[in-house]
């Protein structure tokens, strides 16, 4: 019996410490913006390789 009372109390020790280490309070608005940026460079990205492909598709003659 004491055994378990061991890994019980152990286990909410456990519990205890990763409630208190995953206190990401504040978090989402940061994450958001980074997001929001990543996704902003990914569009900048695309648009400037459409653009260069486009140019050198039609500079090559076809007839």
Same mark, same amino acid.
């Given at each position: *019996?004491?055994?378990?009372? *061991?890994?019980? #109390?152990? @286990?909410? !020790?456990?519990?205890?410490?990763?409630?208190? =280490? =995953?206190?990401? =309070?504040?978090e $989402? !608005?940061?994450?958001? /913006?980074? !997001?929001?940026? @990543? #996704?902003?460079?990914? /569009?900048?990205?695309? &648009?400037? /390789? $459409?653009? %260069? @492909?486009? &140019? %050198?598709?039609?500079?090559?003659? !076809? &007839?």
């Amino acid at each position: *019996m004491v055994e378990i009372q *061991m890994w019980k #109390a152990w @286990f909410i !020790t456990q519990v205890n410490h990763q409630n208190q =280490r =995953r206190d990401e =309070r504040g978090e $989402i !608005t940061q994450t958001v /913006i980074i !997001t929001a940026l @990543f #996704a902003a460079a990914a /569009i900048v990205i695309c &648009g400037i /390789i $459409i653009a %260069k @492909f486009t &140019g %050198k598709a039609e500079s090559i003659s !076809t &007839g």
